[in-house]
């Protein structure tokens, strides 16, 4: 079982779209399957859960989409963070917040307030998050952490330090559905060492038995990190 999985849930407005539906239906169908799936994560023993809900590069959508998708995560923030706090699990946002609303901003803090102490799954909402991003926040925080030393003297554990959800393991696996088949700028630093598997699965689709069959695969595979195959199996 991963430790940790990371998904990129695609195909919400696709789904939507072959039923001759508004794309927002396909996005609210899609937090379905989110509720879904933390359940049954938490219930097979992943530590650690990372969904990619909204992009640096989607605020270029239909305002108006943009508009019901905000309203969407405020939703599911006010409804559903007191059952994720009465199953243990911890919720955490990360991302840009300074382009969310003042509203959507309380929100998130007290969401991760009410559940900060839980000790089961860590269920993590990329929001307004990109991984380029990401990578320039750790170097800036990292900077600002250490204002007499320079840059030359950075590492690689440096960047991790300061790096988001660095205090979770590393991506084990990547589930993109949707048919495509690219991290489209999502958690770039954390997946270096990740299995990735792509279903043509629709996100609104995908459920608890292609959950497993995504873990499966994980399963059978030979995780190396840059070992010989002889080694990994000493």
């Known amino acids: 079982m991963p430790e940790h999985v990371a998904i990129i849930m695609d195909g919400n407005g696709r789904w939507a ?5 508004p794309r927002f239906v396909g996005h609210q169908k899609g937090l379905n399957s989110v509720k879904r799936l933390v359940a ?7 530590k650690a859960l990372t969904l990619f809900a909204f ?3 989607n605020w270029r959508r239909p305002q108006d989409e943009v508009n019901k998708l905000m309203g ?6 006010q409804k559903e963070v007191s059952k994720l706090n009465e ?25 991760e307030s009410l ?10 909402i990329a929001a307004n998050y990109g991984g380029r991003w990401d990578i320039v926040q750790a170097v ?14 950075m590492t690689e554990s440096d960047i991790s330090d300061f790096i988001s959800l660095s205090e979770l393991p590393e991506v084990d696996l990547l589930i993109r559905t949707g ?10 630093w954390q997946m270096a060492y990740a299995e990735f598997y792509f279903t043509d699965e629709l996100w609104p689709e995908f459920n608890e038995s292609s959950f497993d069959k995504a873990v499966s695969s994980f399963a059978h595979r030979e995780r190396r990190f840059g070992k010989t195959s002889e080694q990994v199996a000493q």
């Not at 049954?40 to 992943?46: D, E, F």
């Not at 969407?72 to 923030?77: E, G, M, N, P, V």
């Not at 559940?115 to 993590?124: P, W």
């Not at 800036?140 to 003297?153: F, K, N, T, Y």
Request: proline residues 1%; neutral net charge; contains cysteine.
């Open 17 to 21: 779209k072959k039923r001759f539906l």
């Open 40 to 46: 049954h994560c938490a219930s097979v023993g992943v």
């Open 55 to 57: 992009s640096t590069e």
């Open 72 to 77: 969407l995560f405020l939703k599911a923030l």
């Open 87 to 111: 199953n243990n699990v911890r919720l955490l946002i990360i991302g840009d917040r300074s382009g969310f609303s003042e509203e959507l901003q309380t929100h998130i803090h007290l969401a």
């Open 115 to 124: 559940t900060e102490k839980n000790t089961g799954l860590v269920l993590t």
């Open 140 to 153: 800036q925080q990292w900077q600002l952490a250490h204002p007499d030393s320079s840059v030359a003297e």
């Open 179 to 188: 048919g495509e088949q690219r991290v489209s700028n999502f958690l770039i």
